[in-house]
């Protein structure tokens, strides 16, 4: 399994969710299968948006794409963090 985890500030979360929302047809076409966005819990507007990918490398061509770029900027991300990760373990107790 593979998974991108990125932690950001945005401007205005409303806004953000909006355009986050609208992007779901590329996002799945990239090759993310299924999402989780988390915020920090005493900053509304630092997000974090935790996602199962297809393939690291679909994942870093996504994120890192010019198209990408231009999307971030009009959301008001600010500085995002990327962490390409791949699953050890997983459980439930």
Known sequence: ????????EVEDY???KQIF???SGIRKKAGEISYQVLKYEDL??????FSLWS???AAKQ???SPKL????LEAGV???EFIYLDQLETGVL
Do not use: C, G
């Not at 399994?1 to 950001?8: D, E, G, K, T």
């Not at 770029?69 to 971030?72: A, D, E, N, S, T």
């Open 69 to 72: 770029i231009q999307i971030r």
């Open 55 to 57: 393939s690291i490398a």
């Open 21 to 23: 929302d609208n992007a």
């Open 14 to 16: 409303t806004i953000w």
């Open 1 to 8: 399994m593979n998974y991108v985890l990125i932690s950001h």
């Open 62 to 64: 996504f994120f890192e």
């Open 78 to 80: 600010k500085a995002p």
């Open 44 to 49: 509304p507007n630092k997000i974090v948006h």
